[in-house]
């Protein structure tokens, strides 16, 4: 069973430009997590799909955040226009069901200049 | 205070011996527990999962688990030099099952 693949790996942009991570689920999980860590930090939520609804969008910083899922597979997390505090490691993670425990990528280095 | 307390470290722990680790939340209604082993730039990789009170164990891992007291930890018996990384604690919150996260402790086998 292939794991939760995030792209890319690392992306170091300018602040003012855009980014646009990637994750996809294991398959036949329809429940998708954003998670970030900034340095020094705990994990912080982001945002959670069930297929391609969003369910909980409530950690989501501010509006230059934008998270879809169409088609309830893969998912993506853009930033526009990126800041300097949205320097980070973002993590996908997924799950069968509401609740069971998460399996997450291997993450995004984000760093913005 | 914060939801999720972890001590920082880092735990130094002789190989072959008990690595000890801890944790305290602030949500008394919590039902869902689970720790992450996170090797340095990897992503976080469950190691225990535990629900009820008591203790969980999955080979030389023991989950311990008191909601009185709003506790958990974990047990590693016969530590190994792999053993070293940083362990985080997570607890599911009941009303919308976002995981809290502990800022996670850093853990160090010597040979």
């Known amino acids: 069973e292939a794991g939760v693949t995030q792209f890319p790996s690392h992306s170091v942009i300018e602040k003012g430009q855009t980014v646009t991570l990637r994750c996809d689920p294991i398959?036949?999980?329809?429940?998708l997590y954003w998670y970030r860590r900034v340095m020094g930090k705990e994990i912080k939520f982001l945002l959670h799909f069930v297929k391609e609804s969003k369910q909980d969008e409530s950690g989501m910083p501010n509006n230059r955040f934008l998270a879809e899922r169409t088609g309830g597979t893969y998912s993506t997390l853009k930033v526009q226009p990126a800041e300097l505090e949205d320097s980070g490691v973002y993590f996908c993670?997924?799950?069968?069901?509401?609740?069971?425990?998460?399996?997450f990528g291997n993450g995004t280095r984000l760093t913005v200049t | 205070q914060k939801e999720v307390e972890q001590n920082s470290g880092p735990l130094s722990v002789p190989e072959g011996a008990i690595a000890s680790l801890n944790c305290t939340y602030s949500?008394?209604?919590?039902?869902?527990f689970f720790w992450y082993r996170q090797y340095s730039g990897k992503s976080p990789e469950l190691i225990m999962s535990?629900?009820s009170n008591g203790d969980k164990e999955d080979g030389r891992f023991t989950a311990q688990l008191n909601k009185a007291s709003q506790y958990v930890s974990l047990l590693i018996r016969d530590s190994q030099p792999s053993d070293s990384a940083t362990y985080l604690c997570?607890?599911?919150?009941?009303?919308?099952?976002?995981?809290?996260w502990g800022a996670g402790t850093k853990l160090i086998i010597k040979p």
């Open positions: 535990i629900y």
């Open positions: 949500d008394r209604v919590s039902q869902s």
């Open positions: 398959s036949g999980h329809d429940n």
């Open positions: 997570a607890v599911m919150r009941n009303s919308n099952y976002q995981l809290i």
């Open positions: 993670a997924s799950s069968p069901e509401v609740g069971s425990p998460l399996h």
